[in-house]
């Protein structure tokens, strides 16, 4: 298991950026695949984009594709969440998660949040 602590949210006009970024405690950091999701008010928990172990492969949910990012610093244990356009859609809090192959997401390492605000 690692710990993750996420960063970097806070308020934003419609059409900014932010970069959020998720350290990670532990050796192992490069051995698992790393997620970002987000829960809206009254919404439930979905996917944004992940990252593999294994040659950095990712994957994006389509509300995140062609204005999110997502990249990892093995040396630096951490995961990164670049997010360019933002919509007032895209507020929430946003959980960075880690995970082995062959594990599902919610059997894996989740951080507290941090919350992403995007006024109109």
């Known amino acids: 298991q690692v710990q993750l602590v996420e960063s970097g949210g806070g308020l934003v006009q419609a059409g900014g950026s932010l970069r959020l970024s998720c350290a990670a405690s532990g050796r192992a950091f490069s051995t698992y695949n790393m997620g970002w999701f987000r829960q809206a008010p009254g919404k439930e928990r979905e996917f944004v984009a992940s990252?593999?172990?294994?040659?950095?492969?990712?994957f994006a949910a389509d509300s995140a594709k062609g204005r999110f990012t997502i990249s990892r610093d093995n040396a630096k244990n951490t995961v990164y969440l670049q997010m360019n356009s933002l919509k007032p859609e895209d507020t929430a809090v946003y959980y960075c998660?880690?995970?082995?192959?062959?594990?599902?997401?919610?059997?894996?390492?989740w951080g507290r949040g941090t919350q992403v605000t995007v006024s109109p």
């Open positions: 998660a880690a995970v082995r192959d062959g594990s599902g997401w919610l059997n894996g390492s």
């Open positions: 990252i593999n172990w294994v040659g950095g492969r990712q």
